[in-house]
């Protein structure tokens, strides 16, 4: 808990002294987050609140892992997510994390199902999946990861995954912290 603290003071103190080149603004959050559901602490719900009111945050997606989200699950962050969304002042999205362990991890967003969980092993079927729920966004997680073989050294390449693949996480210094 120590270190979402430290993270959140970090972010307090940039907000103040980052400045956004001439026409654009500066928003500050985070794209992957897990709650009580799926390893974290609490429900959704009470990440968006803390996020928003104590982190100061702009935005947060919360991304439990989808091979233990349930269904009901995943439909209550999607309403918790609705609920915490205040136009102008903060936005909560609902993602989930896919897991492999032969790919990495990536978080989905923008879509109204989950993928199939039984697609864990299989990169072709699970980018089929996200094709067949546009306008879906989808993330590549920790990068550099131990254990991870960076999605198969990213032999994925092709126009077809880059529509969908429109993020990719930095956050190997953050590692350090844990």
């Known amino acids: 808990m120590k270190n979402i603290y430290l993270l959140a003071g970090i972010l307090l103190i940039m907000q103040y002294n980052t400045y956004a080149q001439s026409g654009y603004n500066v928003y500050f959050g985070n794209l992957h ?11 959704p719900a009470y990440a968006f609140a ?15 892992h989808l091979e ?26 609902a993602g989930y994390e896919w897991t492999s362990p032969n790919y990495g991890h990536c978080n989905v967003f923008n879509t109204t199902t989950k993928v199939s969980q039984l697609n864990v092993n299989n990169w072709s079927a699970f980018v089929q999946d996200l094709l067949a729920n546009p306008p879906v966004i989808a993330q590549f997680n920790h990068p550099g990861f131990v254990g991870s073989n960076n999605w198969n050294d990213f032999t994925y390449l092709g126009q077809t995954t880059d529509n969908v693949f429109r993020l990719f996480e930095i956050n190997s210094s953050i590692q350090e912290l844990y």
């Open 68 to 93: 233990t989200l349930s269904n009901t699950e995943w439909l209550n962050t999607k309403n918790m997510a609705d609920a915490a969304t205040v136009n102008g002042v903060f936005v909560a999205f």
């Open 50 to 64: 803390y996020a928003k009111d104590t982190g100061l945050l702009d935005f947060l997606a919360v991304t439990d």
């Open 33 to 43: 987050s897990h709650t009580g559901y799926t390893g974290g602490v609490m429900d």
